[in-house]
């Protein structure tokens, strides 16, 4: 069964820093993509980065220049490293990955707690 386990969520002041990190267990399929998302309290999920096999990353503007994310090939894993958190930062947190397959399937993770106080 395939498990998505993000870790590293938690509660931190304005301007602080946090690094989540979501392994992915359970699998033979190779992953082509990883992304993560957050979902801010009465808000959709949005995307925040996401990172092709290759290392080509996307970030929404709201993260660029505070956020990176990288994959962790030798662990199965991506990371987000997050600086200069402000309190619209908020959300629930979600990783996903995108695997090869016949169908090609999406799995993801069940989501880590980040909340920036002012």
């Known amino acids: 069964q395939i498990q998505l386990m993000e870790s590293g969520g938690g509660l931190v002041r304005t301007g602080g820093s946090l690094r989540l990190s979501c392994v992915v267990s359970?699998?033979?399929?190779?992953?082509?993509?990883m992304g993560w998302y957050r979902q801010p309290p009465g808000r959709q999920r949005e995307l925040v980065a996401s990172?092709?096999?290759?290392?080509?990353?996307n970030y929404a503007d709201f993260v660029k220049d505070r956020f990176t994310i990288s994959r962790d090939y030798a662990n199965n894993a991506v990371n987000l490293q997050m600086d200069n958190l402000q309190p619209d930062d908020t959300a629930v947190y979600y990783c996903?990955?995108?695997?090869?397959?016949?169908?090609?399937?999406?799995?993801w993770g069940q989501g880590t707690q980040v909340t920036v106080s002012s």
């Open positions: 990172i092709k096999s290759g290392d080509s990353a």
């Open positions: 996903n990955a995108h695997f090869y397959g016949d169908p090609d399937f999406t799995s």
């Open positions: 359970g699998t033979r399929f190779r992953i082509y993509a």
